[in-house]
């Protein structure tokens, strides 16, 4: 949930997100497809033209490096819904790197590029960031 904060705010945005990966093997390369998609909506304080509702769609593979198990590069496309109903939505590429520092924590790195939208959209994208991953009961581990 995102809070309106600081001067000029205006709405609430809840979201929810979801990831899928499906394992495939090419000759001895394992490989990974993703999917990542998201919804967001904003529940009060939207424009009269913007959506209540909005998505995200990202799409691709990964794979470990066979001689740097820790690493493990990551390639997507995805598509972002417009805000506005009037503006395209927008297309972009990614290709990133995750390492994983110890067994729950990953740190992430990505470039990429919006190849397809408003004419207002990034030339380049630079993410960076550190991930806690857990498991219990509600994720399927034993206990």
Do not use: C
Request: charged share 15%; proline share 6%.
């Amino acid at each position: 949930m995102t809070v309106p904060t600081g001067a000029g705010s205006r709405a609430v945005d809840l979201e929810l997100k979801g990831y899928a990966t499906k394992s495939l093997t090419l000759g001895l390369l394992p490989l990974f497809l993703h999917l990542n998609a998201s919804l967001q909506a904003r529940t009060h304080g939207r424009a009269d033209d913007e959506r209540s509702l909005r998505y995200h769609v990202a799409v691709g593979p990964s794979f470990t490096l066979p001689s740097q198990a820790a690493t493990t590069i990551v390639a997507d496309v995805y598509i972002d819904q417009a805000i506005s109903r009037h503006d395209p939505d927008t297309v972009g590429l990614e290709v990133g790197a995750r390492y994983r520092l110890s067994p729950i924590i990953a740190l992430h790195v990505a470039v990429g590029t919006e190849v397809a939208g408003p004419a207002s959209r990034a030339a380049l994208l630079i993410h960076a960031g550190l991930g806690f991953g857990f498991t219990g009961p509600a994720f399927g581990a034993k206990p």
